[in-house]
Every structure is written in structure tokens, then in C-alpha cells.
């Protein structure tokens, strides 16, 4: 009984000790640049606007990305983006018909230039964030009749298609966000976490996102 205490203790205090050497383990992120890709999932939001106008926007996904610049082992300062896209209703005040129901697919794209600050030295630390930006959204719903363009192609001869304009806005945002960050051989690091960003609609309408972003970086 006494030599499977012993057996016990001797593993909890081996446990701690590698997971006091996974915490503190070394890494030389200061004075580095880093860029990192990844997946980016967004969750539902509901907002009210004018005159009786709403959008229900549902969960949607997209791609991640990232390049910055570490100044110490702690302080960063970031460019994120992220594209994605979700189903969405709406319901729009318009000076023709009133109010319009559109049930369709929004595209969205934010670009946030973030300080960020990892909060601890190590390999593997937390870390929080804030910036500020912009957020471009496109309903995809046409807001009139096509152009036509044409142009002479070397192997099909002339050709000519239509472009459709769609109802779009670009609008200042800013965000915070939270996560987890590990460093390990070869200059790669994965990180993971929440943020949020709130968009300043400007029409009565001012959404904001929850998101969670996971993505696969390189140190240079």
C-alpha cells in the first residue's frame, strides 16, 4: 500500500512538473513577424432597424486570416480578416411597395486592426484583444437590371456577359475577443478563441457578431 502512495504522488508530481514545462516552455515570438489561416464560424444574430425592418441573420461559416507583428513576448499588433457567409430574413422598409420580405444568402468580409497581448511569456499563454475596422456586407440581392460587357477572347472569339449590382454597404467596425494560443517546433503556433464585433449600421440598425476563429500560423 505504502509503495502504490508512493507510485501515486511520484505521477501527480511528474504531471505538474510537465505541465509547468509546458506553460513556461521557451519561445521567441518578440521581434517576429507572424501570419496564420484558418476556419472562421459566426453565430446567429437578430436586429431591428427603421420603420419595422429586421434581419435574422443564421449561423454561417468562412475562412480566417491573419498577419502581424510581435514587439515583445507579450504585446502584438494584428491585421485580421475574416470572409464568410449565412442565410438570412429580412424584412425591408421600401418607399415603393413598403415593407419586403427577402430570404437569401449574405456575404460578409471584416478586415480589424487588432492589440492584441499574450498573457504570459511562454509557448502556450491566453490571450485578449481589441481593435477597430471595417465590415463590408452584401445581401446578393440585385439592385437593378444588369450591365453587359464585352470583350474578345482568344480562344472562344467574342464574348459577352452580364454584371449584376447588388445591395451592399461598407461600415466602421470594432471587436474584442478572447482566446488560446500554443507555440511548438519549427516556428508554428495554433490559435483558437471568441471575439466579437459590433458594426455601426448607421440606419437604427447596429448588429454585432459572435465568432470563433481557429487557425494555424508561422513565425519569420
Same mark, same amino acid.
Given at each position: ?13 511528474? /504531471?505538474?512538473?510537465?505541465q509547468?514545462?509546458?506553460?513556461? $516552455? ?9 501570419? $496564420? ?7 446567429? !444574430? ?6 419595422? /425592418? ?20 507579450n ?8 470572409? $464568410? ?9 421600401? !418607399?415603393?411597395?413598403?415593407?419586403? !420580405? ?13 492589440g ?22 452584401? $445581401? ?8 453587359t ?18 445591395? /451592399? *454597404?461598407?461600415?466602421f ?10 507555440e ?10 471568441? *471575439? ?11 448588429? /454585432? ?5 481557429? *487557425? ?5
Amino acid at each position: 500500500m505504502r509503495t502504490t502512495r508512493l507510485c501515486i504522488l511520484a505521477l501527480a508530481l511528474f /504531471s505538474l512538473q510537465a505541465q509547468a514545462q509546458w506553460v513556461s $516552455s521557451s519561445t521567441q515570438r518578440a521581434g517576429k513577424w507572424e501570419t $496564420s489561416v484558418g476556419l472562421y464560424l459566426t453565430g446567429s !444574430e437578430s436586429s431591428d432597424g427603421l420603420n419595422e /425592418s429586421s434581419v435574422d441573420i443564421d449561423s454561417g461559416y468562412g475562412l480566417a486570416f491573419g498577419v502581424g507583428y510581435n514587439f515583445t513576448q507579450n504585446l502584438a499588433l494584428h491585421f485580421d480578416g475574416a470572409w $464568410s457567409r449565412a442565410d438570412y430574413d429580412a424584412v425591408l422598409d421600401t !418607399e415603393d411597395d413598403g415593407l419586403v !420580405e427577402i430570404n437569401h444568402r449574405l456575404s460578409a468580409f471584416t478586415g480589424q486592426f487588432n492589440g492584441v497581448w499574450n498573457i504570459l511569456d511562454g509557448a502556450f499563454t491566453p490571450y485578449v484583444q481589441a481593435g477597430i475596422g471595417w465590415t463590408y456586407l452584401d $445581401s446578393n440581392v440585385t439592385d437593378g437590371p444588369p450591365s453587359t460587357g464585352c470583350w474578345w477572347d482568344p480562344w472562344w472569339g467574342y464574348v459577352c456577359s452580364n454584371f449584376y449590382s447588388t445591395y /451592399s *454597404e461598407t461600415n466602421f467596425s470594432w471587436n474584442v475577443g478572447a482566446g488560446l494560443r500554443y507555440e511548438f517546433g519549427r516556428g508554428m503556433f495554433v490559435r483558437g478563441g471568441w *471575439e466579437q464585433t459590433n458594426i455601426d449600421g448607421g440606419s437604427g440598425a447596429d448588429p /454585432s457578431f459572435d465568432a470563433f476563429r481557429a *487557425e494555424l500560423g508561422w513565425l519569420f
